[in-house]
């Protein structure tokens, strides 16, 4: 993907907003981790931690990319992301974040770093599908939105809570990034095309694609709206 085109800004503007929407919880506990160091040294270990994050994350990401390069997987990949957008819609209840404390600068650095690794398995997914193997727009990405959740996590939460619409472009962003993953998967070239297809069949793999973009779009959407509705109806019985 040649840089600053428009595939490389719209590429890189879905990693930015799959990045902020999918890490409110990251946020939260990068929060929790420093809550009980002095102030002098809480905004020390959140930058810190912040870097170690990014550093982590790129590492991970990269190996992801990588990995989808593997017959199969990009498939697999795509139907994993598919189930993150729907678990993104769907209404999980009350939760209460009481994410691990550190005492000290080193305890609350190796939490954070530990807890993004472990909790941004999700991101890295999901940005390894936006990048279409694009290791310069992952790196640019992560330092981009890392960042922004790691210093301005209140912010971005309220931001949500304000307007609730981002997650749901957050969830259809996912939703076609995954239909991608599963639309350039090689296994299935039978179905949407590829390198040596007859022009007199591409009609055929073009309308399969957009049908799977669609079918992925709207499944997801109509699916999180469904579960929202029966997780209501069943507080509303209880």
């Known amino acids: 993907m040649e840089l600053f085109t428009a595939p490389w800004w719209s590429a890189l503007l879905a990693i930015i907003l799959i990045d902020l929407v999918l890490a409110g919880d990251n946020a939260i506990v990068i929060a929790l981790a420093a809550r009980n160091l002095p102030p002098h040294l809480q905004k020390k270990a959140i930058v810190w931690g912040a ?7 790129s590492v991970m990401t990269i190996g992801v990319v990588w990995l989808l390069k593997i017959p199969g997987l990009m498939l697999v990949g795509g ?8 678990q993104l819609l769907a209404d999980q209840g009350d939760k209460e974040h009481d994410g691990p404390v550190a005492s000290t600068f080193w305890g609350a650095m190796k939490t954070i770093v530990i807890a993004d690794a472990l909790m941004g398995i999700d991101n890295v997914l999901g940005v390894a599908g936006a990048a279409h193997g694009a290791f310069d727009l992952v790196v640019i990405g992560l330092l981009v939105s890392v960042p922004i959740v790691v210093f301005g996590s209140t912010m971005v939460l309220k931001l949500v809570e304000r307007f609730p619409v981002i997650i749901k472009i957050g969830a259809a962003v996912l939703a076609f990034t995954a239909a991608k993953m599963i639309v ?3 296994l299935l070239d039978s179905i949407y095309g590829g390198p040596g297809v007859l022009p007199s069949a591409q009609s055929l793999h073009t309308a399969a694609e957009w049908a799977t973009y669609a079918a992925a779009v709207a ?6 709206w469904w579960a929202n509705r029966r997780a209501q109806a069943a507080r509303q019985s209880a």
């Open 219 to 224: 499944g997801v959407l109509a699916a999180g």
């Open 79 to 86: 139907l994993g992301l598919l189930w993150v957008a729907y």
């Open 184 to 186: 350039g998967e090689q």
């Open 51 to 57: 870097a170690g994050a990014i550093v982590v994350r």
